[in-house]
């Protein structure tokens, strides 16, 4: 039943299992609430370059999975070390 709860639509469920996904995704299960709230506490990331104020950028923790925010993110990490090395 997992799947069908999750994805009902893949599944060519009736709308009452779209209805029952949805309750499911209101209602987290025990313990879970407090790790959704870590996921998606946002934080602000503050680069100085000797010192000096360079770049502020708010991310949303969920950025550690792995997606185009990542690389997006690493990228700026790389440069900012590659100016540091080089300064």
Not at 17 to 37: S, Y
Not at 66 to 79: E, I, P, R, T
Request: proline share 5%; net charge positive.
């Amino acid at each position: 039943y997992g799947n069908i709860l999750r994805f009902p639509w893949a599944a060519g469920e009736p709308p009452r299992a779209i209805a029952l996904w949805g309750l499911t995704d209101a209602f987290a299960p025990t313990g879970q609430e407090r790790l959704r709230k870590l996921i998606h506490r946002t934080k602000e990331i503050v680069i100085y370059f000797r010192g000096v104020y360079v770049y502020s950028l708010r991310l949303a923790s969920k950025l550690f999975v792995f997606g185009n925010d990542f690389l997006v993110m690493s990228q700026l990490l790389f440069l900012f070390m590659v100016s540091m090395h080089y300064a």
